[in-house]
């Protein structure tokens, strides 16, 4: 007798289903095994998560002041619920040295057991992050305690305390907005795509508030780079309105947004170098571009160094002074500083710089005459 397709079609898939019940039910037998895998299956979960468990508490307990034993190694794995005996913890910690851990056994003595030797971030490392956090003023006292506690995670509880130092100078101005942060992820991802961003650009009001320049105008500009100056974060740009290298105040940016144009001027920034760029530029501030020579007393061999770098070349003039000739962005800042160190410093050239400076002396004496 010839069967019809449907017919096939339905004894199979009774045959189907009479197999899914035989693996759901199944035999005595069956279910032996299905449990004898269920425990395998177990067991090694519980492997996987015991070497694991003591990879997080030698991370986090130990170091070389703070040796952890056997016995505390399988109390701490207790509290989660796990077991095992010294045997099998030490096979786990052979498991992690061949990972790549890092484990000194100490063995024999009061004090027998094992630590983590080193780490990626030495403690002495990790004090410097954690007071460059402290002391940036553009971070926020919520988000230097957020980066902190990061930090902290990077080396064992006991050293996390030495970390937990409030080094903030009494009455230190910090941010109080995070705009900052979303500002300088935009940044990178402009710099990423190859694209220009726009954004408003703010200054400070009598009412001590933060207020657009420009009537609210956007600024469309090409960023080339972040860099840290006195304290604060900038944007070095290419702006195509006056076809110059520009630097901004990120934390005064406001609205910052990514924008589909391609970047601009790629060929101002070929060769361009932005340790140089920082230090011609005083407080950021720009001006015109010129080769000062200063004379200078021996003293201020130090304060010359630390502006200009140990690049410069430094001319003894006798025993008493010396000169010197560095790149600068003329401007009422330049001036400024040369002010600030008073007697001991002198501009030698060029004259049309000395005049300008004279100037600017000439307009301070004139707002305390009379």
């Not at 030495?122 to 992050?129: A, S």
């Not at 144009?261 to 060769?271: H, I, M, N, T, Y």
């Not at 571009?289 to 200009?308: I, N, W």
């Amino acid at each position: 007798m010839r069967l019809k397709p449907d017919f096939l079609y339905s004894k199979i898939e009774e045959e189907d289903l009479r197999r899914k019940q035989t693996r759901t039910i199944g035999t005595p037998e069956a279910q032996s095994r299905k449990c004898s895998g269920q425990e395998e299956d177990m067991a090694v979960s519980n492997t996987k998560l015991r070497t694991l468990y003591i990879m997080k508490t030698l991370l986090e307990r130990s170091d070389e002041e703070h040796v952890l034993s056997a016995a505390e190694l399988e109390k701490a794995l207790k509290a989660q619920g796990l077991t095992a005996d010294r045997k099998t913890i030490y096979g786990d910690i052979e498991t992690l040295e061949s990972f790549g851990l890092d484990i000194v056994q100490v063995k024999g003595g009061v004090k027998a057991g094992c630590y983590i030797a080193s780490r990626d971030f030495q403690l002495p490392e990790l004090k410097l992050l954690v007071d460059a956090v402290q002391a940036s003023k553009f971070i926020t006292t919520k988000k230097s305690r957020e980066l902190i506690s990061k930090l902290e995670k990077l080396t064992s509880e006991n050293n996390a305390k030495q970390l937990q130092r409030d080094v903030f100078i009494i009455n230190r101005p910090k941010a109080d907005n995070e705009t900052i942060y979303y500002n300088v992820d935009r940044i990178h991802e402009a710099l990423s795509r190859d694209r220009r961003i726009d954004f408003q650009y703010t200054e400070w009001s009598m009412e001590k508030k933060l207020v657009p320049k420009r009537g609210g105008r956007y600024y469309n500009v090409s960023p080339w780079a972040l860099t840290w100056d006195d304290e604060n974060y900038y944007l070095i740009a290419y702006e195509e309105e006056s076809g110059r290298i520009k630097h901004y105040r990120v934390d005064k940016m406001r609205n910052v947004t990514v924008s589909g144009e391609v970047r601009l001027g790629r060929e101002k920034f070929d060769g361009f170098d932005l340790a140089s760029f920082a230090k011609k530029t005083f407080g950021m501030y720009g001006g015109v571009d010129e080769k000062v020579s200063l004379l200078c007393e021996a003293r201020l061999v130090g304060v010359m160094l630390d502006r200009f770098g140990r690049e410069i070349t430094i001319v003894p003039e006798g025993s008493e002074r010396f000169r010197l000739t560095v790149p600068v962005s003329v401007s009422p800042q330049f001036f400024g500083w040369i002010t600030g160190l008073g007697r001991g410093v002198s501009i030698e050239g060029p004259e049309d710089v000395k005049e300008e400076y004279k100037r600017y002396i000439e307009g301070i004496l004139e707002r305390y005459e009379g």
